[in-house]
């Protein structure tokens, strides 16, 4: 008989890669586990193939989610399941109710996929002062939650650092790309482009690559930005791109569908990974990267990321964030000697077949929950 596991996020939309398309779709794959997918009803169609229950919950403003944690509640007490996988913060706290109002209690297991302490930390919204006392009583708080926790993943290695109390078995599972290896025999534009892929922000280097675009057009005019992906802010970045006139070297394109946006990549000639330095980033590996790397394009990276990365496998370069000059002088390098960014495209690809994949991460989760088997029979 299949056991059962409930798939839970109140805050992330029910079709999020991570959560649904790699964890819980390896879990229903692989493992004697029916899978239920809770999580927050969006516009993408569920009419996919899959063997994975669904039930989606409301979307509701932050003050409202309460709500949505009843219905969890409503299904956990009818359904019993055996495992339980959080995704959110705020489910913490279900997490800890759970533990005291059910006699035969399920396996929780949280996925931390921010360190929500960093966060408060680096806040410019929130004067420091308050940054202060609002992280201490959270972390205190978060703290005993997790001790309602049978397991812990964390989304990137240097969450330990601050969770070094934890006695419960925790791994790290990165989000690296669940691409089958293809082809890389797409002809490069006739352009010279440089490409992102992701979500849009100005923490995320929106208004850095309008600035790259104007900047490197006072050196050379034949080149291109291509800017993929959705965001808040993104008609007002389309209208800083058109104001500041180089709407003939940058693009904000929107959302595609990832073949139509891999393919991309693949076309292309050099990635963007310029996030601004910000406490929640140091440290991370953008999964972004990993996919410039199953495209075989090299990539230029904020000079906090990857840095021991790059030092394994040579497939990219960094820049200060900081210093446009800087990052204009790594694009001009790229502009400039086509080979080495062919060759450093190569590694990647050979460090994403190698090392930075989704295989590699899903094997990871699969023994981590092999770890409580017993206990769920």
């Known amino acids: 008989m299949l056991k059962k596991m409930f798939n839970i996020s109140s805050v992330h939309p029910w079709s999020d890669t991570r959560i649904f398309f790699r964890e819980a779709t390896s879990i229903a794959e692989n493992l004697d586990y029916h899978v239920t997918h809770i999580a927050v009803q969006n516009q993408v169609s569920t009419n996919i193939d899959t063997p994975i229950s669904m039930h989606l919950l409301p979307k509701l403003p932050r003050l409202k989610r309460y709500q949505n944690w009843r219905r969890i509640w409503q299904l ?20 800890w109710f759970i533990k005291k109002r059910m006699p035969i209690a399920p396996i929780i297991i949280y ?23 609002i992280k201490r009583p959270y972390q ?7 001790q309602s ?7 990137e290695a240097h969450y330990h650092e601050n969770y070094t109390h934890l006695t419960c078995p925790t791994v790290d599972i990165y989000n690296y790309p669940a691409i089958r290896a293809t082809s890389r025999a797409i002809p490069k534009s006739d352009i010279f482009t440089f490409v992102y892929i992701g979500s849009i922000s100005e ?29 808040k802010e993104v008609e007002i970045f389309k209208a800083e791109v058109e104001l500041s006139g180089v709407s003939k070297w940058i693009s904000f394109e929107g959302p595609k569908k990832f073949d139509e946006a891999f393919q991309i990549l693949q076309m ?16 991370c590996k953008p999964t972004k990267c990993m996919e410039y790397m199953a495209a075989g394009i090299p990539f230029i990276v904020s000079d906090f990321l990857m840095q021991e990365d790059l030092k394994r496998y040579p497939c990219g370069v960094s820049a200060d964030t900081s210093n446009l000059d800087a990052i204009v002088d790594q694009a001009l390098f790229f502009m400039g000697d086509k080979q080495a ?6 590694c990647g690809f050979r460090a994403f077949q190698e090392a930075y994949n989704w295989p590699t991460e899903e094997a990871k989760l699969i023994s981590f929950y092999t770890n409580f088997e017993d206990v769920t029979l």
Do not use: W, Y
């Open 76 to 95: 956990i007490q009818s359904e019993k399941p055996d495992v339980i996988h959080l995704h959110d913060p705020e489910l913490l706290l279900l997490a």
């Open 111 to 133: 996925d931390m996929h921010e360190n929500v302490p960093q966060i408060i930390a680096s806040k410019q919204a929130i004067p420091s002062v308050f940054r202060k006392i």
């Open 140 to 146: 205190m708080l978060e703290k005993k939650l997790m």
């Open 149 to 155: 926790c049978d397991g812990i993943i964390f989304a």
């Open 203 to 231: 923490l995320r280097g929106a208004r850095l690559m309008i600035g790259l675009a104007k900047k490197l057009a006072t050196k050379r005019e034949d080149f291109r930005i291509r800017v993929i992906g959705t965001g």
């Open 268 to 283: 292309s000639h050099v990635g963007l990974s310029l996030l601004l330095d910000n406490a929640n980033f140091r440290g």
């Open 341 to 346: 960014a062919k060759e450093m495209g190569e």
